[in-house]
């Protein structure tokens, strides 16, 4: 029996109803950019997350440039960032003109490591972007406070992160904005590109509602050069419902997560996601470490079953980034996570026995090492 890494197929198909009515009364209200649907999800997700404004946006990657660029990061400005993540939080900042400096990750949750931020800390720092991956946020205290010490910005890419909680409060509102992607894959996934910023400080939350309209104030009068970049009305219809089944659907991603954690905890050779206290976890991505990453997937493969590689080519090793100055070895805590990192399927809608399956089979292939 084959299992998929993700479809989203299913739950379309469980919904159906609830789905076609939402976009059927988008449609027939005629009102397709912005409007109703895009304010309602804007005040129900800042509702949910805790948090004063959501300015709906095109993606999660547009959400990182006009968040940065909101914050008034350009050209000669550094951005104290992790090598090891989705190309967008790096691509955000040298589109704007200003440059990444890396720190590496911590070797157990994959995110920026905040003892090495401070010697990277110049005249020119303006901002830090921790990225919060798979499962956690990064370790934020000790990074809000050297912040506040060196007067920078923190802007938190929360795109894999909607839900997660960093010492009770929701990852996305520590920092000065966060982010967040809607993509399909993501826990709180469209039916296609979607975004999302969130702030506490109305001055931010303004900027962006200008940016995300071509820098309009009023209606073919722009203060300055901004971006087409609105959340989709349809999207924005689909995520408020998906919003009402959130909460289930993170305990089903628990569920398959404990079930992979109970299966595999005996296993030599192989490490499982390791969460701090600190934190409470989602499980968007359910990751293992082994040395044998490479012949584990292949594997699988064989096998049918779904996995993927997040992430296989840090950032700072990336051709278009060349530019930067880096050689392998600069972040060896990355170039090694992204050699033995592998994510198995993980999705609310998986099945016992699709589970079953999975387990079986990468018990078969550390039998057989
Ligand atoms: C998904 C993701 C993004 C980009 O989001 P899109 O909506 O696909 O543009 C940015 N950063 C991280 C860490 C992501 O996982």
Redesign the pocket.
């Known amino acids: 029996m084959s299992v998929p890494f993700f479809t989203g197929v299913r739950e379309y198909i469980r919904n159906k109803d609830l789905f076609n009515r939402a976009i059927e009364t988008v449609l027939l209200r005629g009102d397709y950019i912005l409007g109703e649907e895009v304010d309602a999800f804007e005040k129900e997700a800042a509702s949910y997350l805790g948090t004063s404004h959501a300015v709906g946006l095109a ?4 959400a ?1 440039l006009l968040a940065l660029h909101a914050l008034g990061i350009g050209p000669g400005d550094e951005v104290i960032t992790s090598p090891f ?2 190309f ?2 790096v691509s955000a900042i040298t589109r704007l003109g200003a440059t990444p400096v890396f720190v590496d990750i911590d070797p157990e949750t994959f995110n920026m490591n905040p003892s090495l931020v401070e010697e990277k800390i110049t005249k020119k720092t303006k901002a830090l972007l921790p ?1 919060h ?1 798979f499962t956690q946020t990064a370790d934020m205290q000790p990074l809000l406070t050297l912040a506040e010490n060196h007067g920078l910005s923190l802007l938190e ?1 929360a ?2 992160a909607f839900g997660m909680e960093y010492q009770g409060q929701k990852a996305g509102t520590l920092g000065d904005i966060g982010i967040f ?3 399909p894959t ?1 826990t709180l996934g469209a039916y296609g ?3 999302l910023a969130v702030t506490k400080n109305e001055n931010l939350a303004e900027r962006l509602r200008i940016l995300r309209r071509h820098g309009e104030t009023s209606r073919y009068h722009h203060k300055e050069i901004g971006y087409n970049s609105r959340l989709d009305t349809l999207q924005a219809a689909i995520l408020r419902l998906k919003l009402q089944s959130l909460e289930q659907d993170i305990e089903k991603r628990e569920h398959w997560a404990q079930k992979y954690n109970n299966a595999f905890a005996a296993l030599e050779n192989v490490r499982l996601p390791v969460i701090k206290q600190q934190c409470k976890p989602v499980y968007y991505v359910y990751s293992l470490i082994t040395p044998y990453r490479d012949e584990l997937k292949a594997f699988l493969d064989k096998n049918d079953i779904g996995n993927a590689i997040y992430y296989p080519l840090p950032l700072h090793l990336q051709e278009c980034f060349q530019f930067l100055g880096y050689f392998p070895g600069d972040y060896s805590v990355a170039e090694e996570a992204a050699r033995s990192i592998l994510a198995l399927p993980l999705f609310p809608d998986l099945t016992e026995e699709e589970s079953d399956n999975v387990i079986d089979t990468v018990h078969r292939f550390f039998k057989g090492l």
């Open positions: 993606s999660g990657s547009d990182l993540t989705f967008a939080s990225i991956l890419d795109a894999e992607s809607f993509y993501k590109d979607a975004g």
